[in-house]
């Protein structure tokens, strides 16, 4: 077992809400990173959540867009989309998988839900590409949820590995330039759980079931359903479940530290690197 000394533990420097938004050809969703409070958190540039048991609220998907410059994570909790791009990939993500892209010099990928109804519900990341990757060739990283390893680390707590170790244990994201970690956690009821995080990371956690305390025993903050934690410096996150429990993300990542500019789909280091990517969408280079 990890021992951790108090003034390592990481304190919640903010608590905020996701804001209703809507992308694609009309999909609703809670943008929880990339708004006027939260703009990002280096190398995280967005988090989106979608959930809905209403067909028209997501049935018209996210139609043929561009990448260029970043990656994108979906992780499907409820539902299935159908993905393909101009470089002849394609597939199809139901509930528990996972779907790691980096976009690289450019790609053209739709994403569109199968189904005319019932839950479609799941979680869509963007990290930024350090300035020497961004003109790296897009691949893709998929994972059904049978290869995510889940571990429980102590009684009444449980730990879905998307990237990063925990336990013995490692996600199947590999390869990754930010080094992050994207764990899904469970606690039950009262439950205190202190998890480790990379001293090295920037962090935050979001509540997506229930509700829990996080940070130092002197200074523990509430955070709801829906609503996100960042973090301060630190090696490890105490948390407290509250009286139904929890289920909350805990994502962390290297921070870049780079300049960032960035237009709709396109996140490169500057303002003519932007404008080239414009130029090569348009010609058809991506």
């Not at 925990?166 to 764990?183: C, D, E, M, R």
């Not at 009262?190 to 998890?195: I, L």
């Not at 997506?208 to 301060?232: I, K, T």
């Not at 139904?244 to 870049?256: F, S, V």
Request: proline share 7%.
């Amino acid at each position: 077992m990890s021992t951790f000394t108090t003034d390592t533990s990481r304190h919640l420097t903010r608590v905020v809400r996701g804001q209703p938004t809507s992308d694609g050809a009309g999909v609703k969703l809670n943008r929880v990173i990339g708004t006027q409070v939260v703009p990002d958190i280096d190398p995280f540039l967005m988090l989106d959540e979608f959930r809905s048991d209403q067909a028209g609220d997501y049935i018209a998907g996210f139609p043929e867009h561009p990448h260029r410059g970043f990656e994108t994570v979906t992780y499907m909790l409820a539902g299935r989309m159908r993905h393909q791009d101009n470089h002849g990939h394609s597939g199809l993500m139901e509930a528990g998988s996972v779907q790691w892209m980096t976009a690289g010099r450019g790609i053209v990928h739709s994403e569109m839900p199968e189904q005319e109804d019932g839950l479609m519900a799941g979680f869509q990341l963007w990290l930024n590409l350090p300035a020497r990757d961004k003109m790296t060739e897009p691949r893709y990283q998929e994972f059904p949820a049978t290869a995510m390893p889940v571990v429980q680390p102590q009684d009444g707590v449980s730990v879905k590995l998307i990237a990063g170790e925990l336990a013995g244990k490692a996600g199947p994201i590999s390869g990754v330039a930010t080094q992050p970690v994207y764990w899904d956690i469970t606690l039950t009821a009262g439950t205190t759980y202190t998890v480790p995080v990379p001293e090295t990371h920037q962090a935050f956690i979001y509540v997506f079931e229930g509700e829990l305390q996080a940070g130092p025993e002197s200074s523990r903050h509430a955070v709801q359903c829906s609503q996100m934690a960042v973090l301060g410096q630190g090696d490890h996150l105490e948390l407290v479940a509250g009286s139904e429990g929890a289920r909350l993300l805990l994502i962390a990542g290297l921070p870049l530290r780079e300049p960032v500019a960035r237009y709709g789909p396109f996140v490169m280091n500057t303002q003519e690197e932007i404008h080239q990517a414009f130029r090569d969408y348009q010609a058809g280079r991506f």
